[in-house]
C-alpha cells in the first residue's frame, strides 16, 4: 500500500462538495463574460477568453444534472485542460486543497446516480462530509458521448 | 530524420518535380536546348547527391537516365515520345524509391535492373520496342498509369536477364567505336570454353576480384607513365582511385552495377580535368595492353574493354558537364549571362522549415489580436500619451503581419506542376489529343489554401481530361479541331482568387443527368422539368454521381465532385460551372486568399454580437417600416426587394435559436440585412444591428462546437470579449439542402416567368396627371430618375434631356400633359437594346407585387388596359407604344382592331430578349390571348417535350445557342408542333431573310416592333388554322 497522498481542489456544486486532481487544474477564475454559443449542446455555457486562449466553458450543473443556479450568484470556474483544448469547468465556489492518503480511497457505491457515476472516479471520506472525486477526462468527453448516443 | 538526408529529399523532390514538367515541354519542342540542358543538370545533381549520401539504388536509376538524356543532350538520339516515357518511369521509379527513403530512412530494397537495362538500350541507340517493358513494369507499381506504347513486344516483363542485358550492352556499338586491332588472337580461345564462358559473369571469367586488382594496379602505372594521359590522374590519391576502381570493375563486370562507387567516384581524376575523346582512346587502349600483358583470353580482353567503353560515355558526359559547370562559373563571374540573375536569386532565398513559419504566423496573429484590443483601450480613453508610440505599434503590427503573409504565399502554378506530367499521360492512355494551357500560374495564394485545393483541382483537370475531351475521331466529326484544350486560368478578384478550369469538350449531358438524377432519387421528374439545364448539370457535385459510363483508370475512381466541392468549400471556397453540351466545361473555383486572417463584419443579433467574414458580405441593407427597403413576408417567409431581385432572407435569431416569436413582429421597427452569396445563391441575413469590421484571426472552436455547422470559428475581439465566426455556407446548408443547390436567385426567377399562371409580378405605381393610378411592370423600367427640369431641352420641338452623356427623348403620357415648370421632374427611364427614353411622371406611388391581370383593353393609345392592383384599377401603360412614339418608329396607331379576339388562343412567345417578352406579353393578354413566354429556344423545345400544345408559336429569331430558324427546323422536324404556325420576328427586315424563315418553315414574318402587323399576323395564322380544322 503506498501511503503518498493525493491532493485535490475541492469545489462546491449545489452543497455536494467535490475534488478535482490539484495536477488536471489550470487556473481558478473568478467570474468572466461568458459568450454564449448559440445551438452549442446544453452543457455548453459558451467561450471565454484567457489571456488571449478561447475555453470553453463547461456548465457543470447542467452536466451533472443539477438545477439552474440563480442569476445572483457569481459563477466561480475551473479551468483544466482535456485533449490539449482548455475547458472552463463552471462551479459555484472553491475551496481549500485537500490532502488525502490513498489508502482512504472508497468506490462509488453503486446507488449513486448514473450521471455522477459517469463522471466520478471514487469517493473519500472527510469527517462529516464525502467527497466526490471528478474524473476530468470523463467529465468532457461527453461531446463524443453524446455524439454517438445520438 | 537526418538534417542532411531530409534536405536531400526536399531537394530531390523538388527537383524532380521539375523535371516531370521539363520533359514534357522537351517532348513538344526536341530541339530546345535550354530546356534540355536543364533537365540533365538536375538529374545529374540528383545522382551527384546521391553517390554522396551513398544511395546506390537512386544512383544506379538516375545514372541510367542520365545517360539517355546525355545522348538527346550530344544530339546522339532524338527525342521520342517512348524514351521521354522511359525516363518518366525512371523519374516515377527515383520518386518510389525516395518515398521509401523518407519512410524508412533506408533505400528500400528493390530490382531496378531491366528498368536500367531498357535506359540503357535506349542510351545505346536501341529502340523503344524492347523498352516497352518498363513502362509496364513502372504501370503496375505506380499509381501513374503509363501507357502501352509497344506495337510488337516480343518480352514480358522481367524477362530481361541480367546477362541479355550485359549482351546487348556489349554488342551495342559505342559512340566511337574502333575495335583497333584487338582480336588479334580471337582464335586462340577454345571454342567450347568461350560458349560455356558466356553463361558466367565476366567477373567469374577472369578469376575473380583478385586479378582486377591486379589489372587496376597495372592500369594506373601505365596512365602515369603515357604523358598524354597522365594528367587525368593529377592531384588525385592513387592508392585511393585504385580501390575504388577496382571495386568499381568488381562491381560492374559481375553485372551488379549498384554495388560499387559510383562512375563520378571511380573516375572523379578523368571527369574533374575533363577528359577528351582522344584521352579516352588513349585509356583504351592502355586497359587493352594491360589486360593482355596479364594473359587474359581476348574475348574476356574485348568484353572487359567493352564494359569500359560503356561507362566511358557517362565519363565523357560527366567530364563535359564539369568542364561546362566550370565555363558557366567563368561566364558568371564576367556578370554576362542570364544565368547569374538567377543564381543571385538563388543566394537570397534560403530554405525554412514550413512549421518555423506557421509558428510565426500563429504569433503573428496574436498579436494582432492584442494590438486590437489596444486599440480599443486607447479608443475608450481620450488623450493618452500611449496613442502615438501605439499607432506606430499598429503599423508595425500590420506590416509585420503582411510580411509573414509574403512568406506564406506561393505561386498557384506550384499546384499545377503536376499537370502537364498527367495530361501527358492521359493523352497516350486515352489516345487523345489534349493541349494543356495554364494562364495566370504565378497567382500567389497562402500555402495552407494551396495544399488544400491541389487534389481538387488535379481531379477535375483529370476529368476534364477524360470525359469533356472527346476523342479525336469525334471531335473532327463535331467540327472541332482535332486537339483539345484545357485550360487552366488562374487571377485574383477582390481578395479572392478565381481558378477556372476549362475545356472544350463534349460538356456534361442533361439529358444523362437527369436519368440519373431520377435514378438516384436526387429529383422528381417534375423537378427535373422545372430545372434549368445548369441546375442539372450542377447535379455532378453530389455525392456518387459520376457520369462516366465506364470507370476508367484515369478518373470515376469514387472520388466525384462532390468531394472536389466539400473540399473547396472547406476552405470558404466555392465551385460553380458553365457547361454547354458540344461546346466545352467550365468550371470557376473561388477561394480566399488566405485563412487565418479575415476581414469580418460584426454584427449584433440580439445581446450577441457575431463576426461575418467579409468575403461573403457582397452588401449591407438597412431596412425599416418607413424606408425605401422594408422586409416583406410572402407566407411567413421573409424576403427583401432589393433592384428587382426577391432575396430569400434568413433571420440570425431564428437560425441560432435566440426568437421569441412573440414579441418579433414588434421588435423587428429597424433591421439590418447583411447580402451574402454562398456559391451563387444570394441570401440577406438579419441581424440586430451593425457594428465596424474588424480583422481577425479566425481560431477553431473546441470539439464539442464542431459539429455546428453555423459557426466557422470564434476569435478574440478588440474588447477582449470571444466571439463567434458566421460561416455563411454552414448557414446556408442548416437552412436545408435543397436551398444549398438551388443555384441562385436569377434561376428561380427566370422559372416563375415560364409559369403564366398564378405570377406576381412587381408593379411600380405612378401617378401622371389626373387621379388615376397607373402601371407599369418593374421589370421593364431601367431606372428611376429625378431630373432638374431646366435640363430639359428641346430638339425637334420635343423634349429632351442629356442622360449619361446622350440625349434622351423624354415623352409624356398624353399631349395634355404638362411638364413642371420647376424643380424636378421625375421620370421613368426605359431601355430597350441601346435605345432609351424617359417617361415624365408626376410622382412614383409605390412598388408592389402583385397579378397583372388585365380586365379592361382599353382603347387608348398608350394604354394595355386596366387592371385591377392593390384593390384599385389601375391603367396598365404601354410602354412599347411611348418607345414608339419616342423614336417615331411608328405613328399614331391603335390597337382597337384586335380586341374582339377573346377565344384564348394559347401563344408561345419566345425571345431572349427579357425586355421585349416584357413589353410584349402585356399586349398580347390584352388582346386576349394566353401567353406562355419562355426566353430561349431550348426551353421551348422542352415544353414541347412536355407535351403543351399552342395555338401559335412566335419566335425571335437572333438568340443565344439556338437561333430562331434552327429552332423552326427542330419544330418542323416532328412532334407535336409540326403543325403549329410559326411566326419569325426578327429586327432584320432583308428579303433574304424572309426567304430563309419561309424555307425553315416559319409561316410568316414579322418585324419587332410593329405592333400592328404583328397583331394582325397572330390573327391571320390563327384564324386560318381555325379555318383549317
Given amino acids: 500500500m503506498k501511503n503518498e497522498n493525493r491532493d485535490f481542489v475541492t469545489i462546491r456544486l449545489s452543497g455536494q462538495l467535490c475534488g478535482i486532481p490539484i495536477l488536471s487544474v489550470h487556473d481558478v477564475l473568478s467570474e468572466q463574460k461568458i459568450t454564449a454559443v448559440p445551438l452549442a449542446p446544453s452543457a455548453v455555457a459558451g467561450v471565454l477568453n484567457l489571456r488571449g486562449r478561447i475555453v470553453t466553458a463547461i456548465n457543470l450543473r447542467e452536466r451533472l444534472g443539477l438545477d439552474d443556479r440563480g442569476e445572483d450568484n457569481k459563477n466561480m470556474s475551473i479551468v483544466v485542460e482535456y485533449e490539449g483544448e482548455p475547458y472552463s469547468l463552471l462551479i459555484d465556489s472553491v475551496g481549500d486543497v485537500l490532502s488525502f492518503p490513498e489508502d482512504k480511497f472508497e468506490r462509488n457505491p453503486v446507488t449513486l446516480d448514473a450521471r455522477w457515476q459517469g463522471v466520478s472516479e471514487g469517493i473519500y471520506h472527510m469527517e462529516g462530509e464525502l467527497l466526490v472525486i471528478l474524473d476530468v477526462e470523463k467529465l468532457l468527453n461527453f461531446g463524443t458521448n453524446q455524439a454517438t448516443a445520438a | 530524420m537526418d538534417d542532411l538526408l531530409s534536405e536531400f529529399l526536399t531537394e530531390t523532390s523538388e527537383s524532380i518535380d521539375v523535371v516531370d514538367v521539363e520533359l514534357v515541354t522537351l517532348e513538344q519542342d526536341p530541339t530546345n536546348k535550354p530546356i534540355l540542358d536543364n533537365i540533365f543538370r538536375l538529374v545529374h545533381t540528383i545522382k551527384g547527391t546521391c553517390g554522396f549520401l551513398g544511395l546506390p539504388r ?5 545514372h541510367a537516365g542520365e545517360n539517355v538524356l546525355g ?7 532524338v527525342v521520342t515520345p517512348g524514351s521521354v516515357t522511359l525516363i518518366l518511369a525512371a523519374l516515377d521509379r527515383i520518386k518510389e524509391i525516395l518515398a521509401g527513403l523518407e519512410a524508412t530512412q533506408e533505400e528500400p530494397e528493390g530490382d531496378d535492373s531491366d528498368l536500367i537495362s531498357q535506359l540503357n538500350i535506349v542510351a545505346s541507340g536501341g529502340t523503344i520496342d524492347e523498352a516497352a517493358p518498363v513502362a509496364e513494369k513502372a504501370a503496375e507499381e505506380d499509381d501513374m ?31 566511337d567505336d574502333e575495335d583497333g586491332d584487338d582480336n588479334l588472337a580471337a582464335d586462340d580461345s577454345p571454342e567450347s570454353e568461350g560458349a560455356e564462358s558466356q553463361e558466367e559473369d565476366l567477373l567469374t571469367r577472369i578469376g575473380g576480384a583478385e586479378p582486377v586488382k591486379v589489372i587496376i594496379h597495372l592500369f594506373h602505372n601505365r596512365i602515369l607513365a603515357d604523358a598524354s594521359v597522365k594528367g587525368l590522374m593529377a592531384g588525385i590519391n592513387t592508392r585511393d582511385s585504385k580501390d575504388k576502381m577496382g571495386n568499381f570493375f568488381t562491381a560492374h563486370l559481375s553485372g551488379r552495377q549498384d554495388a560499387g562507387p559510383s562512375v563520378s567516384a571511380a573516375f572523379a581524376g578523368f571527369i574533374s580535368h575533363g577528359i577528351t575523346e582522344e584521352q579516352n582512346e588513349t585509356i583504351c587502349k592502355l586497359l587493352t595492353s594491360v589486360l593482355e600483358e596479364v594473359d587474359l583470353p581476348p574475348l574476356e580482353v574485348d568484353a572487359f574493354v567493352e564494359t569500359y567503353r560503356g561507362i566511358s560515355v557517362d565519363i565523357l558526359a560527366e567530364a563535359r558537364a564539369a568542364s561546362k559547370s566550370n565555363s558557366k562559373k567563368d561566364k558568371d563571374a564576367a556578370g554576362t549571362a542570364k544565368k547569374s540573375g538567377e543564381n543571385a536569386v538563388a543566394n537570397q532565398s534560403i530554405r525554412v522549415n514550413v512549421q518555423v513559419l506557421e509558428d510565426l504566423m500563429t504569433m503573428v496573429s496574436e498579436l494582432v489580436l492584442t494590438r486590437n484590443q489596444l486599440m480599443q483601450l486607447l479608443r475608450n480613453s481620450d488623450d493618452s500619451e ?21 512568406t506564406r504565399m506561393q505561386p498557384v502554378g506550384n499546384a499545377w506542376a503536376k499537370l502537364p506530367r498527367i495530361i501527358r499521360d492521359l493523352q497516350l492512355e486515352l489516345d487523345k489529343k489534349i493541349d494543356l494551357q495554364m494562364l495566370g500560374a504565378d497567382t500567389e495564394l497562402d500555402r495552407q489554401v494551396l495544399e488544400m485545393i491541389k487534389d481538387p483541382l488535379t481531379h477535375m483537370v483529370r476529368n476534364s481530361a477524360d470525359h469533356g475531351i472527346e476523342m479525336p475521331a469525334d471531335r473532327l466529326a463535331a467540327g472541332k479541331k482535332e486537339t483539345g484544350t484545357v485550360r487552366l486560368n488562374a487571377f485574383h478578384e477582390g481578395g479572392h482568387i478565381i481558378i477556372e478550369i476549362t475545356d472544350d469538350g463534349a460538356g456534361l449531358p442533361v439529358e444523362k443527368l437527369k436519368a440519373k438524377a431520377l435514378k438516384n432519387e436526387l429529383a422528381t421528374q417534375e423537378e427535373l422539368d422545372e430545372m434549368s439545364d445548369n441546375q442539372i448539370q450542377r447535379f455532378i457535385f453530389h455525392a456518387g454521381f459520376s457520369t462516366a459510363e465506364k470507370v476508367t483508370a484515369v478518373s470515376g475512381r469514387g472520388v466525384g465532385m462532390d468531394v472536389v466541392r466539400s473540399n473547396i468549400e472547406k476552405i470558404g471556397g466555392t465551385v460553380d460551372l458553365k457547361s454547354i ?16 486572417i479575415v476581414s469580418a463584419l460584426i454584427v449584433k443579433c440580439r445581446e450577441e454580437k457575431f463576426a461575418i467574414p467579409q468575403i461573403s458580405v457582397l452588401e449591407l441593407v438597412r431596412a425599416s417600416h418607413d424606408s425605401e427597403h422594408k422586409i416583406e413576408h410572402i407566407n411567413n417567409t421573409p424576403v427583401l426587394r432589393l433592384r428587382d431581385r426577391l432575396l430569400p432572407l434568413i433571420r440570425l435569431d431564428e437560425i441560432l435559436g435566440m426568437a421569441d416569436t412573440e414579441e418579433d413582429e414588434a421588435a423587428s421597427k429597424e433591421d439590418y440585412i447583411v447580402i451574402s452569396q454562398v456559391g451563387t445563391f444570394t441570401f440577406g441575413i438579419v441581424v440586430d444591428q451593425v457594428f465596424d469590421t474588424e480583422e481577425i484571426v479566425v481560431k477553431p472552436v473546441a470539439p464539442i462546437l464542431r459539429d455546428l455547422q453555423t459557426f466557422a470559428g470564434n476569435t478574440i475581439l478588440g474588447d477582449g470579449k470571444v466571439i463567434m465566426i458566421l460561416d ?14 438551388t443555384t441562385g436567385f436569377g434561376m428561380e426567377e427566370e422559372e416563375t416567368s415560364k409559369k403564366t399562371k398564378d405570377e406576381r409580378e412587381a408593379i411600380l405605381l405612378f401617378g401622371a396627371g389626373g387621379n388615376d393610378c397607373r402601371a407599369v411592370p418593374l421589370s421593364l423600367v431601367a431606372r428611376l430618375e429625378e431630373i432638374d427640369v431646366a435640363s430639359i431641352e428641346k430638339s425637334d420641338g420635343k423634349p429632351v434631356f442629356q442622360y449619361r452623356g446622350r440625349l434622351m427623348p423624354l415623352v409624356t403620357l398624353d399631349d395634355s400633359y404638362q411638364l413642371k415648370e420647376e424643380g424636378r421632374q421625375p421620370v421613368l427611364v426605359f431601355a430597350d437594346g441601346d435605345k432609351t427614353m424617359g417617361i415624365a411622371v408626376d410622382e412614383i406611388l409605390d412598388i408592389l407585387e402583385d397579378e397583372i391581370d388585365v380586365e379592361l383593353s382599353s382603347s387608348i393609345p398608350g394604354q394595355v388596359g386596366t387592371a385591377v392592383i392593390n384593390g384599385n384599377a389601375t391603367e396598365i401603360i404601354d410602354v412599347a407604344y411611348y418607345i414608339e412614339k419616342a423614336f417615331g418608329t411608328l405613328g399614331t396607331s391603335s390597337t382597337s382592331g384586335h380586341m374582339g379576339i377573346r377565344d384564348q388562343s394559347h401563344l408561345l412567345l419566345i425571345d431572349d430578349s427579357k425586355f421585349f417578352l416584357n413589353m410584349i406579353k402585356p399586349l398580347l393578354s390584352a388582346a386576349g390571348y394566353k401567353i406562355t413566354a419562355v426566353d430561349s429556344a431550348s426551353d421551348a423545345l422542352r415544353l414541347r417535350e412536355k407535351g403543351e400544345d399552342f395555338d401559335l408559336i412566335i419566335s425571335d429569331i437572333e438568340m443565344p445557342d439556338m437561333d430562331g430558324f434552327g429552332f423552326a427546323e427542330k419544330v418542323r422536324e416532328g412532334g407535336i408542333w409540326q403543325k403549329t404556325p410559326m411566326v419569325a420576328l426578327s429586327s432584320h427586315q432583308t428579303p433574304k431573310d424572309f426567304a430563309r424563315g419561309r424555307e425553315v418553315g416559319f409561316d410568316d414574318y414579322v418585324v419587332k416592333l410593329d405592333r400592328d402587323s404583328l397583331m394582325s399576323t397572330i390573327v391571320e395564322q390563327i384564324g386560318k388554322t381555325q379555318n383549317a380544322a
Avoid at chain 2, 145 to 173: C, R, W
Fill in chain 2, 58 to 62: 537512386l544512383e544506379t536509376v538516375a
Fill in chain 2, 71 to 77: 545522348k538527346f543532350r550530344d544530339g546522339e538520339l
Fill in chain 2, 145 to 175: 498509369v503509363l501507357p502501352e506504347i509497344t506495337q510488337s513486344s516480343n518480352m514480358l516483363p522481367g524477362q530481361v536477364s541480367l546477362e541479355e542485358l550485359e549482351a546487348a550492352f556489349a554488342a551495342a556499338p559505342g559512340p
Fill in chain 2, 386 to 406: 500611449f496613442s502615438i508610440p501605439l499607432q506606430r505599434l499598429s503599423q508595425c503590427t500590420t506590416e509585420l503581419q503582411e510580411g509573414v503573409m509574403k
Fill in chain 2, 581 to 596: 453540351e458540344g461546346k466545352g466545361t467550365s468550371f470557376s473555383i473561388k477561394i480566399p486568399l488566405t485563412l487565418a
Fill in chain 2, 728 to 741: 455563411p455556407n454552414g448557414i446556408v446548408s442548416q437552412i436545408g439542402d435543397s436551398m444549398n443547390d
